[in-house]
C-alpha cells in the first residue's frame, strides 16, 4: 500500500480497500522504522491522526474533498505550519511555532490530505547536502536499500548523502513514509535531492505557486517544489497548489487543469535541445551516459534532437552567488532576537545582544553569506556586484527565450553532475564550493524563473539513482511534466520498494542496538 501512487491509493480509499487512518498508521510506524534516515525533524501524529479520522467520516459518506483527501504528506521545515514548529534546521528558529499556514500547506489540509511531519533540510535552505542542519544531516535511502550495499551496512556506515536543500522531504517519499512532500527550490534545492534520491522533483514556473508563508531565502528565485513518486502525481499535486494569492503579489491566476496528463503523448511532435554547454567539468560517465540514452530514446521516437547553446551559462554560478547572497542579507536582518526566535542572554548592549544572538542562532554557511552579501550591497561595491549580476542575469533568461522561441519545446539535460556522495567524502570540502558544483544544472533554471522537472532514470554502479532534468518555456508546466511522463514510461526505473527490505532489517537490529547503548 505505501508504495503505491497517489491516484491508486486514492482509488483504494474511495473503494474502502484501506481506510484513511489505517492508512496514516502505516506511514507513521514506517517513519519509526526508518528513523534512523533522520529525514523529519518534527512528527505530527496526534494532528494526522485526527486529520485521517475526518477524512474517513468524509469518505464514508461519499463526499471526499478531492483527489488528496486522506493522503499522508510531509513539508520541509521552512513552510509555516499552524501551531507547529518551524524551524528551517537552524538555533535561531528551534523554538519558534508560526500562527498561520503557508498558502500551499492550507490548499493541501483544504483538500483533506494529512499532515504527518515537517522535513529536515540544511539551515535556511543553504546547502546541496542537507547536512548542515541544527538536527543532524539526512540519510539517503537508498544507502540501505540498495541490492549492491553490502548485508552488514549498519546506520553509521559511510552512507551518501539525501542531496540539499530539501534532503529530508525527498527521503520521505523515498523511504514511503509520505506520498508527497514539499520541498523549496531556489537553485535546484528540490531537484538536487529528487535525483539523488530517486524521486520526481517539480521546480513550478515562478509565480504559479504561492510563496505566502515560505521562510525567504532569496525572494526573486525561491519557488515552492513538488517532491512524488510518479509524474502523474506532480500533475495532481500542482494542479491543487497552483493558482493566484492575493498574499503573494508575484503569483498569476491558475491556468487550464494539470491533473490528466496524456497517456499517448506523441514525442515525434517535440523538439528536444541539448545545451553543449551543461556537458561540465565533473560529470560522471554513468550521468552522462544515461543522457545519452535518453537522448537517444527521443530520436527513435521521432522527435527532433539538437545541439543548442546557452552561452551565459558560464557566468551563472558566479551570477547566482551574488545575487543569492546579497538577498541573504537582506532577509536574514529579520533575525535579530527582539520578537521571535533565539535570543542571547548577552545584554551590555543593543547590538552586542544582535551579534551574540546571530553568532549563536547562525551556523558558519549562514554567516559567510551574510557577510559576503553585505559586502557586494556596500556603496562602493553596490554597482560592480549587484548590479552587474543583475544584468548578466537577464542575459542568462534571454538564452533561454532564444532557444524556446527557436522551436525548441524542452530541453534536456543532467539533473547533478554524479550520483550521491559518500558523507565523508561531502563534508571535507566545502559547503559552499560543493554547492556551487552541484547547483550546475538546476540555478540558471530559477534565474530565469523557468519549470524544471528530474526524473530518476537509473541506478549506477553503486545502485544510487541517477536523475535527468527537463527544462521548458515559462508556464508550460504541464507540457513538461508529460515529456517526463514519456521518459518515466520508457525507462525501467526500479521502484525503492523492489529494494528495500534486503538491507532494513540489518539497519533496524543496528538501530536497535544503538538506541540500547545509549539508554544504558
Known sequence: MLSLTIKEVSLALREGSISPTELCRKCLNRIKKTQYLNAYITKTEELALKQAQEAETRLLHGAPKGPLDGIPFAVKDNFCTENIKTTCASRMLKDYTPPYNATVVQKLLDQGAVLIGKTNMDEFAMGA??????????????????????????????????????????????????????????????????????????????????????????????????????????????????????????????????????????????????????????????????????????????????????????????????????????????????????????????????????????????????????????KENYQHYFVKAQKVRRLIADDFKHVFSSGVDVLLTPSTLTDAACYSDFTQEDNRTRSAQEDVFTQPVNMAGLPAVSVPTALSRRGLPIGLQLIGPTFQDKKLLSVAQWIEQRVGFPSFSDHRDSNESSCDIEMTKREQTSAV
Not at 523549496?184 to 535531492?193: C, V
Not at 514525442?267 to 537517444?296: F, M
Open 129 to 378: 547536502g542537507s547536512t548542515d542542519g541544527a538536527f543532524g544531516p539526512v540519510r539517503n535511502p537508498w544507502s540501505y536499500a540498495s541490492p549492491y550495499r553490502e548485508q552488514t551496512a549498519a546506520p553509521d556506515s559511510d552512507w551518501v548523502i539525501a542531496g540539499g536543500s530539501s534532503g529530508g522531504s525527498a527521503a520521505a517519499v523515498a523511504s514511503l513514509t509520505s506520498y508527497l512532500a514539499l520541498g523549496s527550490d531556489t537553485g535546484g534545492s528540490t531537484r538536487n535531492p529528487g535525483a539523488l534520491c530517486g524521486v520526481v522533483a517539480l521546480k513550478p514556473t515562478y509565480g504559479l505557486l504561492s510563496r505566502h508563508g515560505l521562510i525567504p531565502l532569496v525572494n526573486s528565485m525561491d519557488v515552492p517544489g513538488i517532491m512524488t513518486r510518479s509524474v502523474s502525481d506532480a500533475a495532481i499535486v500542482l494542479d491543487v497548489l497552483q493558482g493566484f494569492d492575493l498574499r503573494d503579489s508575484t503569483t498569476i491566476p491558475a491556468p487550464p487543469s494539470l491533473t490528466e496528463l496524456p497517456e499517448d503523448f506523441d514525442a515525434s511532435n517535440i523538439c528536444v535541445g541539448i545545451p553543449k554547454e551543461y556537458h561540465a567539468p565533473g560529470l560522471s560517465e554513468e550521468t552522462l551516459a544515461q543522457w545519452n540514452r535518453v537522448a537517444d530514446m527521443f530520436e527513435r521516437a521521432g522527435a527532433k534532437v539538437q545541439q543548442v547553446s546557452l552561452p551565459h551559462t558560464q557566468y551563472s554560478i558566479v551570477c547566482y552567488h551574488v545575487l543569492c547572497h546579497t538577498e541573504v542579507a537582506s532577509n536574514m536582518a529579520r533575525f535579530d532576537g527582539l520578537q521571535y526566535g533565539h535570543r542571547s542572554i548577552v545584554d551590555s548592549s543593543t547590538d552586542a545582544m544582535y551579534a551574540s544572538t546571530r553568532h549563536e542562532g547562525f551556523n558558519d554557511v549562514v554567516r559567510g553569506r551574510i557577510l559576503s552579501g553585505n559586502y557586494f550591497l556596500l
